[in-house]
Structures are given as structure tokens and as C-alpha cells.
């Protein structure tokens, strides 16, 4: 709870915030991490446990859905309980998970492993962002998100390259050993330095409302994993997709009548507010469907090693660094949109480069950098929106129902991306779902991988297009002082703003 010191602070901050901030950003840099380091381990989990792309998808997606899924509860949860709390409770479970990971003997059990990480890590990210929010002032906020969000993207960015280096060196399993470190990390500094706090009036628990949106989430993903062997038209995929559609309809229903929903009905009514979370999922799922693509097409099809596909991504998290430093000056001076809008565009354009990556490295290069640039310019400003539509002791739900969109486009990302992967691949090729052995089928996997890229860059393009129309531009006076002391509610102060564009 916030004590009456706590409000003393709300204008200068916590006395120990950048510490508290460093320990947020290793804690949400450790769950975001995983994805890099298994996306190079890719082929060699394919080759040991003899799986093709389709299963592999679930491998990554099994991580992906099961976070998503329970972020809307988790955030709730650590409102009520504390933050603290559920981000050093979801370390734990995150820790236990990399063990069973290692252990792994096969698809399954390593599916069912990545699922237990997902949904520790949707204890973690909420609180991080939460916590965050609760230390610092508004007028620091927007760098502190800076470096948060710096954070996750270099967890994507640099992952593949210590991924390589692991797996280079030791087996796959390697790359779930090593999370150790920081859970022992973020534990030990965490339960120091982190702040206590929770919701003034927490909202209770809603089992209903998670299982239904689960469903709809589980249901749509599956769907678009499967129609690559089945097709879009097959029983099970039309079946997935109508328990998709049922789902979503009764979680509306349910959430509309339950006297304390999980979603706040009032923010989705925000232009602001869908144009930074819709921005986020789909620069997020045209991130995570190139990057789970580009690693295998480098070591199946242009014939890298573990450790040099790690190291020819290497540049995109340089890249993130250099657009996430930028972000804060591009949008004070032309707001959310235009900081949004040009990272998604630029993240785009980046994609679209990598259709031609098969003519050599510097194209890959290039698409890597302008790619890392967006992906550092929109990610700030789209964050700092969504947290400036509501007061701090509503932060926790905010940030979970931001990050369920933005783990929702992780997981839609593989399923969306490398289902084009698949189906083009087994369209061109007689070795089906396998990795390419002959250079016939190598060369179907390059055309298949640019194909793959091209929907992942027209994805991008339409978040970019879905800022620039939703997002307010540069604010023409301050927001009102209610709006950073979470007062009164701030929601309509911000559309105010929204309205001077």
C-alpha cells in the first residue's frame, strides 16, 4: 500500500528509484531474454527432438499464449497482494521453469516447460512496469520508461547472441541454464531494494473472465498454427476459430456485467489508448514472426553456424539502443503519433529490406538496423501513453492489459508469420514440415522466409497507419496537474489533449 511517506514522494520520486529501476529493467530484461536465447537453439531443437516447424511454433508459442493469457489476472492479483510480491514470486516460478526446461526429453515436456515460464513471467512484467510508474515523477517517467523499454527490446535483440554462444558450445539446453543467473539476481537485489505497493481499492478475482479470455486467445492461435498442415477450411482450424469467436464474445458479456472487470471498458473507448496497445501488438508480432523466421532461414538456408547467426544479429540491439536514446526528443516534439507512427514505419521498411536478405549480409544489415531503430522509437511513447490514461493505484491492471496485447502480438507474430513459413515451404518442397536438406528445399525456404517477411512488414505498416490516425500529435500546453497526481480521473484530461491536435 502507499503510506503517507510514499506520497510525500509523488513529486520527487523514490530515494532509491534508479536502483529500483535497475533491478525492473533486469528482472523484465530476464523473461524477455528467453525468446532471443531459444530462437538460435531453433534448428538444433528440431534436429535433437526431431520435430518440423509446426511443432516448433508451439515450443515458442507455448510461452507466449500462456503469459498473455494470464497477464490480465496476474496484473489484478498484484494489485491486490502487491506488486513487490508477485514480481519476486513469478522470478521464483520462472526459475523452477528453466529448470524443468533443461530436463527436457522431448517437444512436450519442453512445450509444457515454456508454458510454466510464461505464465511466472506475467507475474513479473506487470509489477515492473507498476512499480515503475509508483517511484518515479512524471517528469522523469517518460526516461525511466526509456530504459525500461530499452530493457525488453535488447532482451529480444541480444538473446540471439548469447543464444549462439551457448549453443555453439554446450547443447540447447544451455540457453534455459542460464536464466539462472538473473533469477538469482533480480531475487536477491529485489527483496532489498524494490518497493511495496498495491492497489488503494483492489479489484477482486476473476476466474471466469480469465478462462474465457484464455479460450479466445488459445483458440486463435491454434488456429492460425494449424491451418499451415491442415488448411484454413479443416475441421479442427474452423473449430479453433469458433471457440476463438465464442470466447471473445462471452468474455465481452461477462467482463460488461461483472461489477469489477479485468478490462477496463473505459480505456478501450480511448482513441489514445488503441492506438499505443494496437501500435505495441503488431510491432511486436512483426518482431517476434522476423526473428523466429531469419534464425532459421540463416542456418538452414544460408548455411550459418549457432554462434554466427547469433552474432549477424548482434546489430539489431545496437540499432534498438540508438532509436530507444532518440525516442524521448522525437516525441516531445511531435507527440505520441509521430514517435509511434515513424518507429513502426521505420520497423516496416526494416522487414521488408530482409525479403532480400538471401543477397547477402550487408541487406540483412540494413534491415536489421532501420528494423532495431523502430523498434526503439515507437516502443517509449507508446508505453507512456497507455500508463498516462490512468492514476498510479490503477497502474498494475493498465500495464497488464498493455502487456497482454503486446505478448498477444508475440505470440500471433510465430503463429501468423511462421505458418506463412510453413505453408509456403511445404507448397515448394516434398520434405514437408522438416528443415531443408537439399538445396532445392533450401531454396524454397529462402522464398518461403521472404514471404514470410513481407506479411510481417505489411503488419508493422498497418500499425504505423493505426497510430497515425488513433495517436494525439505534440501537446500545445501541459497536461493539467491532476493528470500526474492521479486525482481525479485522467483518462478525459488526456483525450482533452488528444483534441488540440
Known sequence: MRTPDAELEADVGHPRRWWVLAVLSLALFMIILNNGLLNVAIPRIMRDLDTGITRTQWIVDGYALVFAACLLTAGTLSDRYGRKRATLLGTVVFGLGSLVAVTAEGATQLTLARGLMGAAAACVMPGTLSILVDVFPARERPRAIAVWGSASALG???????????????????????????????????????????????????????????????????????????????GPVLGAFAVAAGGGAGFVAWERRHPAPMVDFALLRKSAFLGASTGNMLLFLGLAGTLFVLTQQMQFAMGYGALKAGLALAPLAVAVGAGSAFSPALARRTGPRGGVAAGLACAAAGILVLTRSASGYPVLLCGLALCGVGVGLALTPATDTVMLLVPPDRSGNAAALNDTMQELGNALGVAVVGTVLARRYTHGTAESMHPPRTPGARDAFEQAASAGFAVAAALVLAGAAAAALLLPGPRREPFPPALHQGSSPPVEDSENWASTR
Open 156 to 234: 529480444v535483440a541480444a538473446g540471439p547472441v548469447l543464444g549462439g554462444v551457448l549453443v555453439n558450445h554446450f547443447w540447447w539446453g544451455s540457453v534455459f541454464l542460464v536464466n539462472l543467473l538473473p533469477v538469482a539476481v533480480v531475487l536477491v537485489a529485489g527483496a532489498a531494494l524494490l518497493p511495496e505497493s498495491a492497489a488503494k481499492v483492489p479489484r477482486p478475482a476473476d476466474p471466469v473472465g480469465a478462462l474465457l479470455g484464455s479460450a479466445t486467445m488459445v483458440g486463435l492461435v491454434y488456429g492460425v498454427i494449424h491451418a499451415s498442415g491442415s488448411g484454413w477450411t479443416s
